[in-house]
């Protein structure tokens, strides 16, 4: 039957297919919650349960992470755990929700989004003493869903299962997954399609658009609650600062502009970067239409749905910018009395984030072309190295990767990746007597860059492959060998070559779906 639920004033209207928050029966497991957000952020959410799937099978199982949280991966690699992580049955100690959030979609405000097929069972803390949210994506319906239906297809769920896993393989902060389930269940988009449940873990859910729900709204005193809690749970020191809230919203700028940074080096795209997806934490997430580039272009759009390619690979940085200066405007009235004031500061503080930002991404393109000790001309350097690469159409990936080989007398793998080498030939001149003031030995350079320059990235092609192998054929086998191989990113093997090659220059351009 339809439920009326009231949050902050904000009436929300669903159907509900299931009542399992207050009828499912609870699961034992060794989930040691310590559920801060429901104990302390009430208003910002709403009680809720997953809906009832009628086949949970669990399909894949981090036990490496599983280890890494505290929890007993004997006990949860069973169909217990696929009960658990389908939603079917509540471990003991959670308190599943769905949170409020809204949200800049492509420059336009929505002020009501929220968790529309996503719940935060609660938290735990590792055994480094660090908090993580559990969120089970694709359990159905909440009083966020807009009219969706909040489930989730299999190749959505394996997409940003296999994604997250390589990002945090390369180093990029980043959510991560525990599980993956089906559901025995279909979802319907253009076609019927097998149902799956993911189960993600994160430093939280806290958002940008979290704050901008409850500013837009003029709830001052829940955003100073949300500020309060942020700070405690990722930001400490801002604790101890003469303007805690200006504090804290340098260190979220900081920490943004270090992942995009990180982003920029591997190639990375993300497709949706909305203030929805914009974490406070700094974690990526969200791996709905991400991809990684193939060829070299900076204007390279994967998002079917970005027509005007905001958020293409070159526009990420600026973004990052208009991003935070969202998250700015919620934090006035906590800044200083006087607006005019607290917009200076936010104003001072919001512009150096590109500065941040450009020498977060410097350091990191400087190890990849093996530099260790900083001089003035690296950035032009740099970007003559990637303007030759966007005129030569030379893999991203690979380029960095080759460049190694040259060090070692094989430059025939590098230049091999030009259209005409020569313009490779006239950068590699300049870039070897750059080399040589590092008084570093070619054979410990080439090591250095091996070490910071994957061979393996989850290749567009291949990942579409592994992905119809699982939803159309049920062969999940080729998604772990390719799961084996890009959560070893730096590794070279022989006989995984097929992982390391691009794909196919002359098809059709390579589009990513959201997957809602």
């Known amino acids: 039957m ?161 994604i997250g896993e390589a990002m945090h393989a390369l180093g ?117 239409p991400c991809a990684f580039m193939d060829v070299y272009d900076p204007d390279t759009v994967f998002s079917s749905i970005d027509l005007q390619g905001r958020y293409a690979y070159a526009n990420q940085p600026s973004i990052l910018t208009w991003n935070l200066a969202r998250l700015a405007e919620t934090l006035i009235a906590l800044i200083d009395p006087n607006k005019d004031r607290a917009v200076e500061l936010l104003t001072d503080s919001a512009n150096e984030v590109s500065s941040l930002f450009v020498d977060a991404w410097l350091a990191r393109m400087r190890v990849k072309i093996g530099l260790n000790s900083p001089e003035d001309n690296d950035v032009k350097l740099i970007n003559r190295l990637l303007d030759a690469m966007h005129q030569g159409k030379a893999d991203f990936t690979l380029t960095f990767r080759r460049l190694s080989d040259v060090l070692r007398g094989n430059g025939k793998s590098v230049r091999a990746l030009f259209e005409d080498p020569a313009v490779f030939d006239a950068w590699e001149s300049d870039w070897r007597i750059r080399l040589g003031r590092e008084k570093v030995s070619a054979r410990d350079c080439a090591g250095s860059m091996d070490q910071v320059n994957p061979i393996y990235i989850p290749r567009n092609h291949k990942v579409e492959e592994v992905l119809a192998a699982a939803v159309d054929n049920g062969n999940i086998s080729e998604f772990q060998d390719m799961l084996s191989v890009v959560t070893r990113p730096f590794n070279e093997v022989s006989g995984r070559e097929g992982y390391a090659e691009p794909g196919d220059k002359t098809a059709v351009p390579y589009q990513t779906f959201c997957g809602t």
């Open 2 to 162: 339809d439920k009326i639920l009231l949050l902050n004033d904000v009436v929300f209207i669903v159907t509900s297919q299931a009542d399992n928050f207050e009828t499912g029966a609870s699961a034992p497991a060794n989930f040691e919650f310590d559920n801060s957000f429901a104990r302390e952020l009430e208003g910002c959410y709403v009680p809720w349960g997953a809906e009832k799937v009628s086949e949970p099978r669990l399909l894949i199982f981090n036990c490496e992470l599983a280890a890494e949280l505290g929890l007993d991966a004997c006990a949860l690699e069973t169909p217990l755990g696929a009960e658990i992580f389908s939603g079917n049955r509540i471990p003991n100690g959670a308190k599943p929700l769905a949170q409020a959030y809204a949200g800049h979609q492509f420059g336009s405000f929505s002020p009501k989004l929220g968790d529309g097929r996503a719940l935060l069972l609660g938290e735990i803390v590792d055994t480094c003493g660090k908090r993580h949210d559990i969120q089970l994506k694709g359990s159905g319906r909440t009083p966020f869903s807009r009219g969706g239906d909040g489930k989730a297809g299999l190749g959505p769920v394996l997409r940003e299962y296999l």
């Open 172 to 288: 990029v902060p980043t959510t991560r997954a525990l599980a993956a389930v089906t559901t025995g269940d279909q979802v319907f988009r253009e076609t019927a399609l097998p149902g799956a449940v993911l189960t993600r873990i994160a430093a939280s859910h806290l958002r940008v658009g979290t704050f901008q729900f409850f500013a837009a709204r003029g709830e001052t005193e829940i955003v100073r609650q949300l500020a309060d809690y942020a700070i405690a749970r990722h930001y400490p020191k801002a604790r101890d600062a003469d303007n805690p809230y200006l504090a804290f919203f340098v260190a979220v700028a900081r920490a943004q502009a270090l992942l995009v940074a990180e982003w920029m080096s591997i190639g990375f795209i993300h497709g949706v970067m909305n203030t929805d997806n914009t974490t406070i934490s700094g974690e990526t997430i969200d791996y709905g």
